[in-house]
C-alpha cells in the first residue's frame, strides 16, 4: 500500500484506492467505525424491545428500543461466548434478551440479568458485578431528527458537527411534513453491487452521467409521456421522474453541486414537484397554516436533488427516499433502500414518493440497472493494469471555496470527486 | 489412581431426563416467554380446486400459463404484453399480505403503459446493462384453478426461474396468482400477481424484465 498522498492527487487518484483489501480495511478501521454511521429511523422501533440488526463497519449491531424509551445500539455478542444474540433481522425481544446458547439474559440497554447456574462462577473473574458480563454498547448513540446514527469511538465531534451543513438532507425530508416529522415506510430493499463503495458516492452527484447511462428508460419513458399527452391525457408525474434522465447534458450542466467538509455534498436541482392540481393545491395550503407563507415557500422551493452524507448516505429529500451503503469488501457493497411518508400529508401526495421509490429504487429499477453495470464494469476495468490513476480533471481549477464550501463551477465538475477524495485522505490520514 | 475414579463416575447413577418435579427448564426458566410469539402461520388455507370435474378449463389454463413463460422466455415482450387485457396489470408485492399496490411499495406494480416504457428500455440499443449475455427460463407447476366467476378465472401455479446474466445464475421461486377474462375467446390477464420467495432477500444485482 502506497502512503495515503501518494495514492491521492488533487485532479486525480490511484486506482488501487477502488481494489486493494488492506485499503478497504484501513478504511472500515479508519472511516466507518469511526464515524457518526447511520442505523435507522426511530420509527422503525416505535415499541419497547422492538430491534432492528444493522451493521456498522465489521461489526453487527443491534438497534433497540429500550424500557425507558431511549434508542440503545449495542454489539450483537453474548459477552459469554460471543454468539450473537438477534438472529432475525428485525423484531421485538420483549424486555430481554436471551442467549440461545446458555440463556444468559441482558436487559434492552445491554446491562446483564440473569446468569444461569451463577454459583458456578463464584471466585472467577466473572459475574455480575463485572461490567464485561453486560453486552457491549457502541461508544455514541445520537438522533437528528429521528435518524439514528452510532459512533464506535468515545472521541471525536457531536453528531451534529459531523452533519454539518448536509443536516438540510433531514432538514428539507421534514420540513415538506406540516407536522414536521416522516415516518418509515417499513420496507428495505437490499442491493448488493459488485463494485467499491466509492462508486456510488460518485456517482450520486455525477451530473454528466444521468443522460447517458439513463438514456433508454428517458427516452422510452419521454415517448410514452408525449403520447399520453397527445392523446389528451395526463401522463402520471411519474413518467416525469423518468423521462427527466434524458435531459439534455446542457440542462445537467446548469445545476451546481455544493461540496462540504467531511466529503458531504449536495445536488442542486429542482425536481418539478408542485403541480397545479387540487392535491398540491391542498397540501401547499397546510403548509402554509402549518408555518406562514414565507417558511412553508421556503421549504417547499429549495433546490435540491440529492444530499450526500459522505461516505455513505444518498438522500434525495424532495421524495423521501434514502439510501444507505454497507460496505461488504473493496469489491462489493451492499445498498439499504428505505423511503418515508411525510406525516399530515394525503395519500395523494404520498404517493409521489412510493412511485419513485417503486420506479427508481426498487429492485425492479429501470435506472439503477445500468448503475449497476457501470461500476460492476468500472471496477473490473480498475482491477486490471490497464492504467494506473483515475482522472478527475474536469473543471479542475473553476472551483470556488466560500466557508471551506466548495462551489463547482458547472453542474459536471469533477470538483464531486476531488471534496470527496480530499475527505477521505483526511480519514485515512487519521487527521479527521 | 486416575482410573478408579474414572470408573467410579462412569458407574454414577444420574438421570438428566424425565425429571417428573421441575417445571420449567433451560432458558424457559430463566426468561419464560420472553417473546411474544406469532400463531404459527395463522392465515386463510389457500383454496381448492374449485373445477375438479372441468378438466377442459383446467387444460386451457395450463396451456395459457405455458404460453406465457415461452414469451417470458424467448424475449417475445411485445407478445407478452398483449396477453394482458387494457386494464390489465403486472403486480410483484413486497409481502405476501399486501393487497393494494396504489398505497404500498411494490417490487414491480405496471400497467400496459408502464410495461411499454420497460420493453422499449431494455430494447434500446444503449441499455447498458443489457449488454451482458441474459436469458431466463421459467418451469410452472401445482397449477390449480381457484375459482371461475363471471367470465373470470382465478388461477394459482408455483413458479421456479432461472436466469443468466453474464457468467452468473440465479433463480427465483414463488406464485402466480393470475385473474384471466375471456376477450375473443381468448384468456387475457386482468391482474399478474407474482408473489417472489426471496423477494426481500438481498438481490444481487436487479431484476431487468418480468419473471
Not at chain 2, 395450463?62 to 422466455?73: G, V
Amino acid at each position: 500500500m502506497l502512503p495515503i498522498s501518494e495514492l491521492v492527487e488533487p485532479d486525480r487518484v490511484h486506482h488501487t484506492v477502488y481494489t486493494d483489501p488492506e485499503i478497504f480495511d484501513r478504511e472500515i478501521e479508519n472511516i466507518w467505525e469511526k464515524a457518526w454511521i447511520y442505523c435507522g429511523h426511530e420509527s422503525q422501533i416505535p415499541n419497547r424491545g422492538d430491534f432492528y440488526t444493522v451493521q456498522i463497519g465489521k461489526q453487527p449491531m443491534i438497534m433497540v428500543r429500550g424500557k425507558d424509551n431511549n434508542i440503545h445500539v449495542l454489539y450483537n455478542r453474548c459477552p459469554h461466548r460471543g454468539t450473537q444474540l438477534c438472529g432475525a433481522r428485525s423484531g421485538n425481544t420483549g424486555s430481554t434478551f436471551v442467549c440461545s446458547y446458555h440463556a444468559w439474559t441482558f436487559n434492552l440497554d445491554g446491562r446483564i440479568k440473569g446468569i444461569p447456574m451463577a454459583h458456578g462462577y463464584d471466585g472467577t473473574r466473572m459475574g455480575y458485578d463485572n461490567p464485561s458480563c453486560s453486552v457491549k454498547t457502541a461508544a455514541r448513540v445520537e438522533a437528528y431528527r429521528g435518524f439514528v446514527f452510532a459512533s464506535l469511538k468515545h472521541d471525536g465531534e457531536t453528531l451534529e458537527d459531523f452533519l454539518g451543513e448536509a443536516r438540510i438532507a433531514f432538514d428539507d425530508m421534514c420540513d415538506r411534513s406540516p407536522v414536521g416529522e416522516v415516518e418509515v415506510v417499513p420496507v428495505c430493499h437490499r442491493v448488493i453491487q459488485h463494485s467499491n463503495w466509492k462508486f456510488f458516492m460518485e456517482n450520486q452527484l455525477d451530473a454528466l452521467h444521468p443522460s447517458v447511462t439513463h438514456q433508454s428508460t428517458g427516452i422510452a419513458a419521454g415517448r410514452i409521456e408525449q403520447e399520453l399527452k397527445k392523446k389528451g391525457e395526463t401522463p402520471p408525474l411519474y413518467y416525469h421522474y423518468l423521462s427527466t434522465f434524458a435531459s439534455s447534458f446542457e440542462k445537467w450542466d446548469s445545476v451546481q453541486t455544493v461540496n462540504l467538509p467531511l466529503g458531504h455534498g449536495i445536488l442542486t436541482g429542482y425536481m418539478g414537484l408542485r403541480p397545479d392540481d387540487q392535491d398540491t393545491k391542498e397540501y401547499v395550503q397546510a403548509m402554509y397554516k402549518a408555518y406562514g407563507e414565507e417558511r412553508a415557500e421556503e421549504y417547499l422551493g429549495r433546490s435540491i436533488h440529492h444530499v450526500l452524507v459522505y461516505p455513505y448516505l444518498s438522500v434525495q429529500s424532495s421524495l423521501q427516499q434514502l439510501r444507505c451503503l454497507r460496505p461488504i469488501s473493496a469489491n462489493k457493497t451492499m445498498s439499504e433502500i428505505w423511503h418515508f411518508r411525510l406525516k399530515g400529508v394525503s395519500t395523494a401526495i404520498y404517493r409521489r414518493s412510493l412511485w419513485y421509490y417503486n420506479l427508481v429504487n426498487s429492485p425492479s429499477t429501470m435506472v439503477n440497472a445500468d448503475d449497476l453495470e457501470n461500476w460492476a464494469r468500472g471496477q473490473r476495468g480498475l482491477e486490471s493494469d490497464g492504467g494506473d490513476w483515475v482522472s478527475f480533471h474536469r473543471n479542475y481549477g473553476s472551483d470556488t471555496i466560500e466557508d471551506g464550501v466548495t462551489y463547482s463551477s458547472t453542474g459536471m465538475s469533477e470538483g464531486v470527486m476531488r471534496s470527496q477524495f480530499s475527505a477521505w485522505s483526511k480519514y485515512m490520514e487519521g487527521s479527521s | 489412581m486416575t482410573e478408579s475414579r474414572l470408573r467410579k463416575v462412569l458407574l454414577e447413577d444420574v438421570v438428566i431426563f424425565g425429571n417428573e418435579e421441575a417445571s420449567t427448564t433451560g432458558a424457559q426458566s430463566i426468561a419464560p416467554d420472553h417473546v411474544a410469539r406469532r400463531a404459527y402461520r395463522d392465515t386463510e388455507l389457500p383454496a381448492r380446486a374449485s373445477v375438479r370435474s372441468k378438466m377442459e378449463l383446467q387444460q386451457e389454463v395450463e396451456e395459457f400459463l405455458f404460453y406465457q413463460s415461452e414469451l417470458l422466455d424467448g424475449q417475445h415482450w411485445q407478445a407478452y404484453i398483449d396477453l394482458f387485457a387494457s386494464d390489465g396489470v403486472y403486480w410483484m408485492p413486497v409481502t405476501l399480505d399486501q393487497t393494494e399496490w396504489l398505497d404500498s411499495p411494490s417490487i414491480f406494480a405496471e400497467d400496459k403503459n408502464l410495461m411499454r416504457v420497460r420493453f422499449e428500455r431494455i430494447t434500446h440499443p444503449n441499455a447498458w446493462s443489457q449488454a451482458a449475455e441474459w436469458s431466463l427460463s421459467h418451469v410452472l407447476g401445482n397449477i390449480v384453478i381457484e375459482s371461475e366467476q363471471n367470465d373470470e378465472v382465478h388461477t394459482r401455479a408455483r413458479f421456479h426461474v432461472m436466469e443468466l446474466r453474464r457468467d452468473t445464475v440465479r433463480h427465483f421461486g414463488g406464485t402466480y396468482h393470475h385473474t384471466l377474462v375471456r376477450q375473443d375467446e381468448e384468456f387475457r390477464i386482468k391482474l399478474q400477481r407474482v408473489d417472489l420467495m426471496n423477494g426481500q432477500a438481498p438481490y444481487d444485482f436487479v431484476l431487468q424484465a418480468w419473471l
